[in-house]
Every structure is written in C-alpha cells, then in structure tokens.
C-alpha cells in the first residue's frame, strides 16, 4: 500500500488494495470493508479472477463504495486493466 495507508482507518473512506484483494492469502492488514469485497466479487461471479473482465470488478467496487455513501481510494497494478470503453 502507498498513499492509501494514511486513509485505512478513517471511518470516511473505503480503501481498497486491489493486489491485495485478489491475492489468495494476504499478509497485510486488511481493512474492514475488504473482506465484505471479496465475498460480494466472489457471489457474483463464483470465484475472484482479476484476469476475468477486471473491469466489471472495478464497477462493482465502485457501486459498493457508492451505496455505502463513503469516500473510495481503489489502488493497485490492475487498474491498469480497466477497459475504457
């Protein structure tokens, strides 16, 4: 984590490591709202693969942070496969 890391406890905002949140196991600490994440990708595509449509994920992450009504920081190496289009 870099910039998010002085955000991870604030109440405000949903922080979201996506190398960690597609990780099988993770070592670093997870914040509250990760594992919620997780499970909501994983029911509604049966299991969590970055590699299938990562843009599909990042909408569903960002409507989850939307409903929530929080602020949202989503970082990590595969933002970059997000499709444009």
């Not at 029911?43 to 992450?61: P, V």
């Amino acid at each position: 984590m870099t910039s998010s890391l002085k955000y991870i406890d604030d109440a405000d905002c949903i922080v979201i490591n996506c190398d960690i949140l597609f990780e099988l196991s993770s070592t670093e600490k997870e914040n509250r709202e990760l594992a919620n994440i997780r499970k909501l990708l994983n029911d509604k595509s049966g299991k969590l693969n970055m590699n299938d449509n990562f843009t599909n994920c990042y909408n569903d992450i960002v409507e989850y942070i939307l409903n929530k009504n929080k602020k949202g920081l989503i970082e990590g190496n595969v933002i970059q496969n997000i499709d444009p289009d």
